[in-house]
Nanobody, 127 residues
Framework: EEQLVESGGGSVQAGGSLRLSCAAS????????IGWFRQFPGKEREYVCA????????YYDDSVTGRFTISRDNTKRLANLRMNDLKPEDTARYYC????????????????????WGQGTQVTVSS
């Protein structure tokens, strides 16, 4: 079965760091665009960052630029999100998403554009 599984979430104090991982399985040897989103309580999922198929191009929301780093290891079928200098406002459930279906548009900042989603992992940052 095609699926994504996030891991690495937890509780940390402000200024700390966490590394989230997204493991892909059932997709064969092909590589696809991956995005990270987060969902705050009572809100819809919001864009965090994204990475190209090869990992050569990355994109970040202004709220995390300079602090978060997205990467991928296609050999291991993993996508990672390194989060540094975490702030209380980063507290959310984080999801990885993958775009498999080929479309004319590349709306990597839009949650609805992605085909597959993991179950998410909770990140809590305290003061």
């Amino acid at each position: 079965e095609e699926q994504l599984v996030e891991s690495g979430g937890g509780s940390v104090q402000a200024g700390g760091s966490l590394r989230l991982s997204c493991a892909a399985s059932g997709f064969g040897r092909d590589d696809y665009r991956i995005g990270w989103f987060r969902q705050f309580p009572g809100k819809e999922r919001e864009y965090v960052c994204a990475i190209s198929k090869s990992g050569g191009t990355t994109y970040y929301d202004d709220s995390v630029t300079g602090r978060f780093t997205i990467s991928r290891d296609n050999t291991k079928r993993l996508a990672n999100l390194r989060m540094n200098d975490l702030k209380p406002e980063d507290t959310a459930r984080y999801y990885c998403a993958m775009k498999k279906t080929r479309t004319m548009t590349t709306d990597l900042e839009i949650a609805a554009w992605y085909d597959y989603w993991g179950q998410g992992t909770q990140v809590t940052v305290s003061s």
